[in-house]
Each structure stands twice: as structure tokens, then as C-alpha cells.
């Protein structure tokens, strides 16, 4: 059945960088191998570390669970593949320091065969039951932020959700991920969308696409279990449409007020890879132990998308996806609200989709100037948030802080990078804000 | 008309009576302040550290009048200036002990090195959300000088390897430095805490000499050295400054020189067994 779709809605404001989607979007996901030292650490998520369960010196099997929950928001962990627990011991964390980390290293010539758990079926659990079974599966949101998704399920008291959307936006140029798992893992997304759609209560559900992944908007409407109350629509491209407020904002034209929850306007976001991960995981009791991550960039000679076991370090990624010898800029996630890396012992983590490389043929120019801010208000009319990244670069460079809080409403922004990617005087104006928010939560914390 | 004038007349009556009301208020609400905390204001020095514990220098002030506090409290004055207020209002200077501002760190670019170059605002602030900032040790002072700039003694001078060093002369111990150091390597200390953990490095082993040469690798002699003094945790030496710590002793055996003796104008010693660093260029960056 051939669906016929329209293109429509976005949000205001907003920026169009490059894609550079092309290199891997047609790519199959392929597997990845074992790494010989895989590196977990107990903090890849928002929220309270999880617990370690195992010691030293003790052989796990793969998908067992080797760390627990610790308080509501924080999620299990488990081993990503059979093997011994080398040490539990600081190891570089993507955020940039040290975190206590459980080392795994796995057998080499086993079947790596997969621990199965208690099943849970989407129509007898109860919502707090299926809550309880995606934090016991260590479920995170796969788009990046890595934000335990069950929290964000339990609706709190006197609220409601009336529409579930599954964010297939993928707006961040370079990664193809969740395109991938749209044309690879439809069943396992519609599996996860009847889970979603019974904890939350939702009456339906949108899936949200950018106009450059017709093929996922086509495939999986003609795919949509039958008595499904699922729509596909589909949105002109431009960055940041895969944030949450601007994709409610374009899909359901509500306003989450500021410091609110998408469950403030009875909905809930939840990432089209997430979802499949929850459709797939929960009919066996499993616990999250790999994820489709695109490794692209000029420095890399074999791009691709790849299903990836949690905990592989960037290093032993390089090697394999044959990097070449003069590259110098590694970014965990897309370039736009990824993380640069500074040491490739780095692991991969739940909430990191990719891996983008570059050379120093791309990246050897100076240093860019930093010019002052010339008022051209560019940044006004990118920021998707209606900030005015222009005035509080200002203030931040003054060290001003508070009054970027209180005046300019600093914490609504969620650090796109849409106002640095306009500014003609090269200002690091999102750098600014991540530093400012950093200094007043420390305040905060102190007082 | 009338209308308008009984309201000019109103409102100028009203302006008399609480000319009246404020007058008054000021008579009654006066209190008889001491005139001697003017003076003794006057003789402290206006810096407004807040190093004596209190908000800034009149309150200071009020607080030495009313026998809260001992001029020996404030670290900024000269030792003539403390003697006078002592004088002035009869009473012991106090025996507070000079306290400065500590660096817990000693890796300097001719000794630690970076992993990845950092580009962008050159603040360590900046730096150290941007992964950390690039050292090799996450816990190593990034060098970009925070702390020279945020202090208003001109007590903290970054050196020819990009560290920073505190003169104790200056040093108010105003805690400015402590509270802007992204990675919290400075730590307040009466001046005698001579015997000092220039490391926070929380990893063990040798491995850690490639991303820094002076880190502490957790071997344990200092602490050996100096049973009861010294402890180990976290893979660090923790000095128990209430022992008698008047002592080189638990330096000597130091591998990396990591523990270490700072001496009043500020020159480090550090131990027999410490490898000597000759090296005054930059170490190269650790290739990836
Ligand atoms: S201010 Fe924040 S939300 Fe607005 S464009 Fe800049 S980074 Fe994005
Ligand atoms: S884009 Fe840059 S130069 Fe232009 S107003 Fe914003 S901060 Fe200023
Ligand atoms: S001590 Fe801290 S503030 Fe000073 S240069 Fe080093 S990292 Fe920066
Ligand atoms: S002797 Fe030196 S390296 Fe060994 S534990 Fe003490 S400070 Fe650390």
C-alpha cells in the first residue's frame, strides 16, 4: 500500500545546517564486535548513579544485570556481554571526569548468548508495572540526553496525557540512527508504542519525521498494526525540530510553559529509538545491552551505522572503523549538541548516537576570532526557545549571571547551539550559557 | 479652584508631618553608637575580604569594639597595624595565624600534559565543560588563569609553566580563588601547613606518570613514613594537621615528589627520592 504524505508544520525560528546525512542514511546497521575491555560506567544517565551488584573477579553473563537502580531516577545496567568483571574503578566518563565505572572484559570464545528475564505483556501489566520493567531494563532516552525514560512516564497525580509522540525528527546533521531503526525495527517500534501507549494512558500517537527520511514516513505508515491509533507527519528539515517543545509546539501547536513538562500540555515525547528498544527489551525481560550508533565524518574510511555494545571505548571504534591517522576533532553525538572528546578512552554510553569524526584537513584553520557582538540579532531569530542570546552573551561575558536568569530566562535554553551556529562574530554564545548555568546551580547548591 | 488648593494644601500638610514622623523616628531610633568603631574602621585596612570572619571591615570593626574578636583575626593588615588597634582599645592582638590559600596541584605544562588541545573562551571555566578541558589528568589545574585574574590581592601569579603560585604576603585568604577554581584545587590553610599533598589525581599506579610526572600514584611511603600523621584515602595521602606535621620526614621516599614542603617565600622542596624534572619546555601533547 503505497501512503501518500504531506509535508507540513514546523516550528519558528530555527537554522539549516548542513545534513550531511547522505554518507550513511542508505547504510544497514551492521554489528560491531567486542571490544577486549569494555568500560560501563554507573553514571550514563540523568540522575542518581546505579549501584554495582557485582565484584571484582566474578563472571557475568551477557544481559545480566551487574548494577541496580539507586532511587527513582536512576535505571539497572547490564553487562553488555559475557565475560569476567576486571575492576571497579574511576574511568573517564564523556562529561569529562572520572566516574566509578565497572571494567568488563569478555570471553573471547563465548556464544554470548543473552540472559532472558521475566516477560512483561503490554496488555495484562499494569502502567506501574511496565514502569518498574523499563527502569529494570535501564532504559534511557537514546536521543542524547539520556534522561531515565520510565520518569518521565510515571504521570504524576491529576495529570493526563492524551497523545503520545515518537520523536523520528533526528535533527542533528551527520547521524542516521534513528532513520535506520525506522526502515529496520518497525515492529519493534509499534511493540514499544503499545507499552507507551498503556502506561501513559494516550488515546493516540504521532510520529514525528523530518522531510529528509520520506522512506521511514512511507514504510512505517503503511506498516501501522491494524486498530493502531498511529499517524506519521512529516515536517520541513531545520534544526532544532527534534526538541521536544518545538516538536509539540509543530505537531500539537501547544506551549509547555517555561520551567513546565510536555506532561503540563498532556504529552509525552518519547525517541523513536527508545521506543523500539522498549518494544524490543520488554517482551523477553531484557536489559539494554547495545544500541545503533552512525560512525561518519571525513575521518573514518568505513561510515555506517552499527548496533554497538554499551561501554566500547571510542578507541577501540576508531580502530575498527579504520580512522584515519590525521584526525583531530572526535565528536560523541552530532556536531551540534554532541560532545567533542578529550581522550579516547572515552566508553560509549546509553545516550551517545554517534560518533563523528574529522581531520585536520577540516578543522587545522586558527582558531576562529571573536569578534563583539554587533546586535545583527541573528541569534534572536534562530533561537527556537525566543531568547535573546545576543543580551545574555553579553551579560555572561560581565559575568552577570543571575540577571541571565532572571531577566533573560537562561534556563529555558536547552543548548541547541543554533545561536552560535549564526553568530557572524563567532561568539561561543551556547559555551557562555553552559558556564553561567553551571556557576548558578553551583550557587544554588552552595546557599 | 478651592478644590485644588485644599488638595495642594493637603498634600503639603502631609509632607510636613512626616518630615515630622522622620524626625522624629531619627531621634528616637538613634542609638549612641560607639565612636570608637569609626576609628578603629579607620585603621583597618578597607578591603572587605571577609578573611576575619566577618562581612567586611566595619562589622569587623564593631565586633573588636564590642570584644567579639581580636585584631590578630584580620590577615590583611600589617603586623604594626594589628599591634595599634590592640593598643587602642587595650586588648591582646590575638595569636591568629596567617592563613593562605593552597594549590593542590603541581602539574604544570612542563610535567603534565594534555590529551586533547582546547579551543574556545579562554577561561578554565569554559574549558572545563568542554570534556573536562583536555588535560590528561581530569583533575589537574587547567592553566588558563581563573584565579590569577579573580584575585584582588595580585597575590596569585600564574608561572612560566602555566601554574599558579600564591605569595603568601599577599594572600588575604579572601577565598575568592577557592570558590572560581573549576576543578577546586585551592583549599584555605593556616601558613604553617607546610608539609603539603600537591595532587588530586583519585587514580593509582604508575600508568598516571604518563599524563602527569608529579602525580601522586597512592604508593603509600609518605603515609608509611608517617604513621598516625598521615593516612591513605582515595588513593590519597590525607595530611591529620593536628599530629605534629613540623616535619620533612614523609616527603624523603616521595617518588613523584607529589607531597612536598613549601616554604615561606614559596620555593618547594621536594625529596630525596623525588625524580628530579629539569625540563623547562612544554611536554608534547600525549599523542591519541
Ligand atoms: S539560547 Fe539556547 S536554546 Fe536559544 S539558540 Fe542558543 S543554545 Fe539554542
Ligand atoms: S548573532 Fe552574535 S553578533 Fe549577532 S547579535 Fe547574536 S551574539 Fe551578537
Ligand atoms: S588553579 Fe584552577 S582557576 Fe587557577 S588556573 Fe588552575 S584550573 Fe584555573
Ligand atoms: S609517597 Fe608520593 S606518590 Fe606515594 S602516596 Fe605519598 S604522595 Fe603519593
Redesign the interface.
Known amino acids: 500500500m503505497e501512503t501518500t504524505i504531506t509535508v507540513k508544520k514546523t516550528f519558528p525560528h530555527g537554522v539549516h545546517p548542513p545534513e550531511a546525512k547522505e554518507e550513511t542514511h542508505h547504510l544497514k546497521i551492521r554489528r560491531f564486535p567486542f571490544a577486549p575491555v569494555m568500560i560501563l560506567p554507573l553514571s550514563q544517565h540523568t540522575g542518581k548513579p546505579s549501584k554495582a551488584m557485582v565484584r571484582e573477579g566474578q563472571e557475568v553473563a551477557r544481559g545480566q544485570k551487574i548494577a541496580e537502580a539507586d532511587g527513582f531516577v536512576s535505571v539497572a545496567l547490564h553487562a553488555p556481554a559475557s565475560g569476567i568483571i576486571k575492576r571497579i574503578?574511576?574511568a573517564?566518563n564523556?562529561?569529562?571526569?572520572?566516574t566509578p565505572s565497572i571494567y568488563l572484559q569478555p570471553f573471547p570464545a563465548s556464544s554470548q548468548e543473552v540472559l532472558e528475564g521475566t516477560p512483561i505483556d503490554p496488555d495484562t501489566a499494569s502502567p506501574d508495572e511496565i514502569v518498574k520493567a523499563i527502569q529494570d531494563a535501564g532504559i534511557v532516552g537514546l536521543g542524547g540526553a539520556a534522561f531515565p525514560t520510565h520518569v518521565k512516564l510515571k504521570i504524576p497525580e491529576g495529570k493526563f496525557v492524551d497523545t503520545l509522540i515518537i520523536n523520528g525528527v533526528e535533527c542533528e546533521p551527520y547521524l542516521t540512527t534513528d532513520h535506520r531503526v525506522m526502515l529496520e525495527q518497525k515492529d519493534d517500534i509499534f511493540m514499544g508504542i503499545r507499552y507507551l501507549m498503556k502506561v501513559t494512558g494516550a488515546q493516540r500517537t504521532i510520529i514525528g519525521i523530518e522531510a529528509n527520511k520520506l522512506d521511514a514516513a512511507q514504510e512505517l505508515s503503511a506498516a501501522i498494526p491494524a486498530g493502531m491509533p498511529v499517524s506519521v507527519e512529516v515536517f520541513k528539515v531545520k534544526y532544532p525540530q527534534g526538541a521536544e517543545k518545538m516538536l509539540i509546539k509543530a505537531l500539537l501547536d501547544r506551549e509547555v510553559p517555561s520551567g513546565g513538562l510536555p506532561v503540563d500540555v498532556h504529552t509525552v515525547v518519547v525517541n523513536v529509538a527508545t521506543a523500539a528498544e522498549i518494544g524490543r527489551l520488554l517482551p523477553h525481560g531484557r536489559g539494554i545491552m547495545e544500541r545503533v550508533i552512525t560512525i561518519t565524518g571525513p575521518g573514518v574510511a568505513k561510515k555506517g551505522n552499527y548496533w554497538i555494545p554499551i561501554g566500547t571505548p571510542v578507541?577501540y571504534v576508531l580502530e575498527q572503523a579504520g580512522a584515519k591517522d590525521n584526525i583531530s576533532l572526535v565528536f560523541l553525538g552530532g556536531p551540534m549538541m554532541g560532545?567533542?572528546?578529550?581522550?579516547?578512552d572515552?566508553p560509549f554510553t546509553k545516550g551517545t548516537s554517534g560518533l563523528v569524526v574529522f581531520t585536520e584537513a577540516e578543522t587545522n584553520s586558527k582558531?576562529q576570532k571573536?569578534y563583539p557582538c554587533i546586535h545583527c540579532a541573528y541569534c534572536v531569530d534562530a533561537c527556537p526557545m525566543f531568547l535573546n542570546p545576543s543580551q545574555m552573551g553579553i551579560l555572561a561575558k560581565k559575568e552577570r549571571y543571575e540577571e541571565m536568569a532572571e531577566q533573560y530566562n537562561l534556563f529555558d535554553c536547552f543548548e541547541c547551539g543554533a545561536c552560535s551556529y549564526v553568530c557572524p562574530s563567532h561568539i561561543?554564545l551556547v559555551?557562555?550559557f553552559?558556564?553561567a548555568k553551571?556557576?548558578l546551580r553551583e550557587k544554588k547548591a552552595a546557599s | 479652584m478651592a478644590v485644588i488648593l485644599t488638595a495642594v494644601a493637603a498634600l503639603g500638610g502631609i509632607t510636613v508631618i512626616l518630615a515630622a514622623l522622620l524626625i522624629l523616628a531619627n531621634k528616637k531610633l538613634y542609638v549612641q553608637e560607639d565612636p570608637r568603631i569609626d576609628i578603629v574602621e579607620e585603621m583597618l585596612p578597607h578591603a572587605n575580604c571577609g578573611a576575619c570572619g566577618f562581612p567586611g571591615c566595619r562589622p569587623f570593626a564593631e565586633a573588636l569594639v564590642g570584644g567579639q574578636a581580636l585584631p590578630g583575626k584580620c590577615t590583611v593588615s600589617s603586623e604594626e597595624g594589628r599591634v595599634q588597634i590592640a593598643h587602642f582599645l587595650g586588648v591582646d592582638v590575638g595569636a591568629q595565624e596567617k592563613v593562605v590559600a593552597r594549590l593542590a596541584c603541581a602539574g604544570g605544562i612542563n610535567v603534565a600534559r594534555n590529551?586533547?588541545r582546547?579551543?574556545?573562551?579562554k577561561?578554565c571555566?569554559?574549558a572545563?565543560?568542554?570534556?573536562?578541558?583536555?588535560?590528561?589528568c581530569?583533575?589537574g589545574c587547567l592553566g588558563l588563569a581563573d584565579c590569577e585574574v579573580v584575585c584582588d590581592f595580585d597575590a596569585i601569579h600564574m608561572n612560566q609553566f602555566s601554574l599558579p603560585v600564591v605569595d603568601e604576603e599577599k594572600c588575604t585568604a579572601c577565598g575568592d580563588c577557592v570558590e572560581v577554581c573549576?576543578k577546586g584545587l585551592f583549599s584555605l590553610h593556616p601558613a604553617s601547613h607546610r608539609l603539603w599533598v600537591a595532587c588530586k589525581n583519585?587514580?593509582a599506579g604508575d600508568e598516571i606518570l604518563e599524563d602527569c610526572e608529579v602525580a601522586c600514584t597512592a604508593c603509600g611511603r609518605c603515609a608509611a613514613d608517617a604513621p598516625g600523621m598521615i593516612k591513605m584515602a582515595n588513593n590519597l595521602p590525607v595530611i591529620d594537621y593536628s599530629k605534629n606535621h613540623k616535619t620533612q620526614a614523609p616527603i624523603q621516599r616521595c617518588p613523584t615528589g607529589a607531597i612536598l614542603w613549601i616554604e615561606k617565600d614559596g620555593t618547594i622542596v621536594k625529596g630525596r627520592e623525588s625524580k628530579k624534572v629539569l625540563r623547562k619546555s612544554t611536554l608534547p601533547d600525549l599523542p591519541?
Open positions: 574503578a574511576l573517564p564523556p562529561v569529562g571526569r572520572m578507541r560532545q567533542a572528546v578529550s581522550n579516547l572515552f582558531p571573536i561561543p559555551q557562555y553552559r558556564v553551571g556557576i | 590529551r586533547a582546547y579551543e574556545g573562551l577561561t571555566r569554559a572545563a565543560v568542554v570534556a573536562g578541558g583536555g588535560k590528561g581530569f583533575w573549576p583519585l587514580e591519541t
